[in-house]
């Protein structure tokens, strides 16, 4: 391999098809060759955080509309069979 071989120090991980050992981001999907990191850079780690507290705040939110909605319907019961 010549010098300018940009990872020269996978080279020698390499498996039998070639390819270095890498897994990809989660959000941009760029290559990691770092096996133990799970995003690219802190900005993605930053926006995969941000998604998770979006999904949070959205399951909060059908839990709450879901509960005044059977109260609404029990009050509405409640109040028809009181006539």
Known sequence: ???????????????????????????????IYDLQREYCSDACKGISENKDKGKKKKMYRMIAISVIAVVAVLIVMILLNNN
């Open 1 to 31: 391999m010549p010098k300018s071989y940009k990872f020269e120090k996978f080279h020698k991980v390499q498996d039998d098809s070639g390819i270095v050992p890498h897994k990809h981001c989660p959000v941009c999907g760029r290559q």
